[in-house]
C-alpha cells in the first residue's frame, strides 16, 4: 500500500527516460521516443506526469483530433484522445490512475475537445471498470487492433458540448 503522497504535473522534455521506461515495464504497446515527443508537442497541457518522492510513477498522454462522435451520430467534432495510462506495478491502487485521467480531461475540456475517448483491451476488466467509474461507456470493438490481435473495446465520456444522456445509448449498444 502507497504511504507517501503523489503528486502531477505537466511531462517535460526532461521526463522522456522515465516515461519510456514506464510505458516498457507496463504495457505491451511500445512507443519510439519520438512518437511520445511528438504527442507532447501536439497536445502539451495533457501529457502528465505522476511522482512519489521525487520518483516519476506513472504518466497520461493525449491529443486532439478531429472526427466523428462515438456518441452522437454523423457529427463531427474535436476529440480528446487518451493514447496511453501507465502506472508502475508498486503504486496501482492507489488512485494514481483515476487521478491521471481526471486531470488529463481537464486538459481536454480546456481545449474544447467535445468528448474523449479511449482504447482498451478486452481482457483488462480493472481498467475498463476504472474508465466506468469516471465516465465513460463502451462505444465499439474493434477486433485486432493490437500488435498481438487483441481486441480493442472504445470508451468514451461526452466533454462539453455533448448531450450526456447520450453516452447511456452508447453503453447499451455495445452491451
Not at 500500500?1 to 521526463?15: A, H, I, P, V, Y
Not at 454523423?74 to 488512485?95: E, M, Q
Not at 467535445?114 to 466506468?132: F, H
Amino acid at each position: 500500500m502507497l504511504t507517501e503522497k503523489f503528486s502531477l504535473r505537466q511531462f517535460n522534455m526532461n521526463d522522456l527516460e522515465a516515461v519510456t521506461e514506464i510505458n516498457r515495464t507496463c504495457l505491451p504497446e511500445n512507443y519510439a521516443a519520438f512518437f511520445f515527443l511528438d504527442t507532447f508537442r501536439s497536445c502539451p497541457t495533457a501529457f502528465i506526469v505522476a511522482e512519489v518522492g521525487g520518483r516519476m510513477v506513472g504518466y497520461i498522454m493525449c491529443r486532439i483530433e478531429h472526427g466523428f462522435s462515438d456518441i452522437r451520430r454523423l457529427k463531427f467534432l474535436r476529440k480528446g484522445h487518451i493514447i496511453s495510462v501507465a502506472v508502475l506495478p508498486d503504486y496501482r491502487r492507489a488512485g494514481i490512475a483515476s487521478e491521471l485521467v481526471r486531470e488529463a480531461l481537464t486538459a481536454l475540456r480546456e481545449l474544447d475537445a467535445d468528448e474523449c475517448y479511449l482504447e482498451v483491451r478486452t481482457t483488462n476488466e480493472i481498467a475498463q471498470k476504472l474508465y466506468e467509474k469516471l465516465g465513460f461507456s463502451a462505444a465499439r470493438r474493434v477486433p485486432h487492433y493490437y500488435a498481438d490481435g487483441a481486441q480493442a473495446l472504445v470508451m468514451v465520456l461526452p466533454l462539453n458540448k455533448v448531450d450526456s444522456s447520450s453516452s447511456q445509448d452508447v453503453h447499451r449498444r455495445i452491451a
